[in-house]
């Protein structure tokens, strides 16, 4: 089944203390991206990837990082979260075949930093 | 800067009571506008991809169209199970970041029994 994962589902963690949100595909995808999901504010793009070793920042990259040593892996990076990290983040990944293909997404990491 | 706005932010309907989302986008150079479902807790699952104006799409009681501003997502007869958030993206013709999707902030649906 074709799938994009994520883990952890669920995460609390305090200020400052480091963490990574794994995200893997199964679609032998090129392009990967991550994204945080805020009421009010909708899905803005946080990183992106056009394939192996090739990372750009999207729209609100502050206080993140990702890295793609992979193909199937882009792992999310927060080196000192902050309360204001708190968001509902989603990984995503599409084909490059077709270059207007949809994006498949992940299940989700909600993230609270107290 | 790409930019896409939803209408209305929540919908109620009754069983059966058809009606129309709005996305509204401005974007230099549409490559493809998108549909997604969303469920609580969940991430957003496709729906539908629409290139040009005049464009339509069905999938069981949903229908989008597109004009050169904006696209629409029509359900007809709606049942509970259509209680979701519909989102709404677009991707520009763009060298850097071609494949970046800007999304809408979603339409809220709650169709009551």
């Known amino acids: 089944e074709a799938q994009v994962t994520q883990n952890p589902r669920y995460l609390i963690t305090v200020t400052g203390k480091k963490l990574t949100v794994t995200c893997s595909q199964n679609?032998?995808?090129?392009?990967m991206s991550w994204y945080r999901q805020d009421p009010g504010l909708g899905l803005r793009q946080i990183y992106y990837?056009?394939?192996?070793?090739?990372?750009d920042k999207g729209d609100v990259p502050e206080g993140y990082k990702v890295s793609r040593k992979e193909k199937r892996n882009f792992p999310l990076i927060l080196e000192s979260p902050s309360p204001n990290q708190t968001s509902l983040y989603f990984c995503a990944s599409r084909g490059q075949g077709h270059l207007n293909t949809e994006a498949f997404f992940g299940q989700g990491t909600r993230l609270t930093v107290v | 800067e790409d930019q896409v706005t939803q209408s209305p932010e929540a919908l109620r309907l009754q069983e059966g009571e058809s009606s129309s989302l709005n996305c509204s986008y401005t974007v230099s150079g549409l490559r493809g506008l998108f549909w997604y479902r969303q469920d609580p807790g969940k991430g957003p699952e496709f729906l539908f991809t629409l290139y040009s104006a005049g464009e339509e799409k069905e999938k069981e009681r949903l229908k989008a169209t597109l004009t050169k501003k904006e696209s629409f997502l029509h359900i007809t007869a709606p049942k509970p199970e259509d209680s979701a958030t519909y989102l709404c993206?677009?991707?520009?013709?763009?060298?850097?970041?071609?494949?970046?999707?800007?999304f809408g902030g979603g339409t809220r649906v709650l169709v009551k029994p």
């Open positions: 990837s056009m394939n192996v070793e090739v990372t």
């Open positions: 993206a677009v991707q520009a013709y763009r060298a850097a970041a071609g494949n970046k999707l800007t």
């Open positions: 679609m032998n995808h090129e392009y």
